[in-house]
């Protein structure tokens, strides 16, 4: 285990606001873990857990021990003709663990490619991109208790996945280490273009019936030439999530707003981009002193050098006040907020 007190974490969040951990451990194993754990109680501190740190927000100094789960090894626990089942370890890196898949042979994930983090961090809110959701895979999830290292294993029934969301994010908030995912991957090069952006880059490059491989490297593409990368632009994504509501409640807000995109979801509830939201209310291209919203996307908030988490969430509480003043509704963050505001 690595250990060490004192420690700076702005280069261990992709937004690179700055705030000290009074202890992180660096932990690859279960021995190292219940170490870890150990500390902790001895010193009478709370654990939060880290991945690569591209959905947090730190708002200012933690006192805690940061654990950041460093676990590799991906393992083949079944086969048959129509499907794998993989365990991997929480401290793998998603994107290379899918293409990693693709090049096994195994289907599903490629709508999820180059979204930055961890496969421990994955179910945490159900990540999800291009039509896709991890949730269509998952089988289980093994932890480990924080408060007492007990050892627990999550069916997927009990993770309570939605929409960019889970247990984990709810009433297991901030009391499990996710230590290895278990997921069910195709053998079949069964592919999912319905999300228009995407299908509309396969048709342009003349692509009508498109390999996993291919949605992968198109999936790519398109996130490469329209989000920003953090290692320029300092950001966390989607800062908020998208609002949903019943039918009724999107049709009277389409009677007031007659241009807002309307996207009717299975179960009969509606999506609103939060983009569309937050650029109607005028705030698309903002720049203050240390922060400000991308000009082409007006979900992601940028650290734009030397932001503070406290400036970036009060530029959030605005931007969400104005949304509540104009559309009466309530955005939600949706990265998870650590630290105390300075
Ligand atoms: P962290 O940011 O380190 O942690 C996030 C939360 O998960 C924290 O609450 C942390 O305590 C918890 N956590 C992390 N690891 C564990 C663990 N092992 N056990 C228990 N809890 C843990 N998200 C999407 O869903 N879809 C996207 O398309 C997408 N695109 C993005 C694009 C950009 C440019 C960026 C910066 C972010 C994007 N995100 C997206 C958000 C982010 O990539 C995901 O939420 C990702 O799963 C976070 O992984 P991480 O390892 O960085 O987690
Ligand atoms: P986009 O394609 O420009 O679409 C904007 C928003 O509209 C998205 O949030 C998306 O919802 C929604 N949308 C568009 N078409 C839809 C449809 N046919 N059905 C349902 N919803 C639809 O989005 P983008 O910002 O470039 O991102 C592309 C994909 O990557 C999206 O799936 C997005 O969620 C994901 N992404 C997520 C993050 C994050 O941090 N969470 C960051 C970057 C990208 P959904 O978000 O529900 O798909």
Not at 11 to 21: K, Q, S, V, Y
Request: aromatic share 6%; charged share 25%.
């Amino acid at each position: 285990m690595q250990f060490a007190r004192d420690v700076s974490l702005r280069r261990l969040n992709t937004l690179a606001l700055d705030g000290r951990a009074s202890l992180m451990a660096t932990v690859t194993d279960a021995e190292d873990l219940d170490a870890a754990l150990e500390i902790a109680s001895a010193e009478g501190r709370k654990v939060i857990v880290l991945g690569e740190g591209s959905n947090v927000v730190i708002a200012g100094d933690l006192d805690a021990v940061v654990l950041k789960q460093a676990s590799r090894g991906i393992e083949v626990l079944e086969r048959d003709a129509e499907s794998v089942s993989l365990r991997v370890q929480a401290g793998e890196n998603w994107h290379r663990f899918v293409q990693w898949t693709l090049e096994q042979g195994y289907y599903g994930l490629q709508n999820l490619a180059l979204i930055p983090g961890t496969v421990g961090a994955a179910p945490v809110q159900n990540i999800g991109a291009y039509g896709v959701e991890l949730g269509a895979f998952l089988r289980r999830v093994h932890a480990v208790r924080l408060r007492d290292g007990q050892r627990l294993t999550l069916s997927r029934a009990a993770c309570e996945l939605g929409y960019r969301d889970s247990i984990f994010k709810g009433a297991q908030r901030d009391t499990l280490c996710i230590t290895a995912v278990d997921l069910e991957l195709g053998l079949h090069p069964e592919t999912n273009t319905r999300y228009p952006v995407l299908d509309n880059f396969l048709r342009e490059a003349g692509i009508d019936t498109p390999t996993p491989g291919q949605v992968f490297d198109a999936v790519v593409s398109i996130r490469r030439s329209r989000l920003p990368d953090p290692a320029s632009e300092p950001n966390a994504g989607s800062f908020f999530k998208n609002p949903v509501l019943t039918a009724d409640a999107a049709d009277h807000l389409r009677n007031r707003f007659p241009s807002l995109p309307l996207y009717p979801q299975e179960d009969g509830s509606i999506k609103l981009p939060a983009a569309w939201l937050i650029e109607y209310c005028g705030w698309k291209g903002w720049r203050g002193e240390g922060v400000g919203v991308h000009a082409e996307h007006a979900l992601v908030l940028l650290n734009c050098g030397g932001g503070t988490g406290g400036e970036l969430l009060s530029l959030a509480r605005k931007i969400a006040e104005s949304v509540r003043d104009t559309f009466g509704l309530d955005l939600v963050i949706e990265p998870r907020v650590y630290g105390h505001e300075r």
